[in-house]
C-alpha cells in the first residue's frame, strides 16, 4: 500500500485529508510541501491505527482473499518507523518478507 504512485499521476490519500493540510494531489505528484504530506500522512496513520481492534482471526476458506494484508502491515510499520514520509527509501518490504507474511497469514488465520 503505497499512498501515491507519482510516477503514474496517482495519488490514492483521502482528498479530505489533503485539503486539511492545503495540498492538492498535485502537491503530492510534484513532492511540494514535503512536511505537510508527512503531516497528512500521519493523520491518514493514526485513523488506520484505530480502527484495528487487534489480530483478526480469519476463517479457513477466507484465508487466501485476505492473507495479502499482512504485506500491508509490514509496509505501514516500515512507513512509521520513517516518520509517515511516503518518500523515504526502504518502505517497500522485500519480495522475500513479503511472502513470508503471506504464507503465514494463510496458515494461521491471523492478519
Known amino acids: 500500500m503505497r499512498g501515491l504512485s ?18 492538492s494531489p498535485e502537491d503530492v505528484i510534484e513532492t511540494r510541501n514535503p512536511s505537510a504530506l508527512r503531516d497528512a500522512t500521519a493523520a491518514v496513520f493514526a485513523l488506520i ?5 487487534g489480530p483478526v482471526d480469519v476463517p479457513e476458506p477466507a484465508r487466501p482473499a485476505v492473507a495479502y494484508a499482512a504485506v500491508s502491515a509490514l ?15 526502504g518502505l517497500e518490504p522485500s519480495r522475500f518478507r513479503g511472502q513470508l507474511a503471506i504464507i503465514r497469514s494463510k496458515m494461521t488465520g491471523k492478519v
Open 6 to 23: 507519482a510516477p503514474a499521476g496517482r495519488v490514492y490519500l483521502p482528498k479530505d485529508i489533503l485539503r486539511e493540510y492545503g495540498l
Open 49 to 53: 491505527g484505530r480502527s484495528k481492534a
Open 75 to 89: 509496509y505501514l510499520r516500515k512507513l512509521e518507523r520513517a516518520g509517515c514520509d511516503l518518500y523515504a527509501d
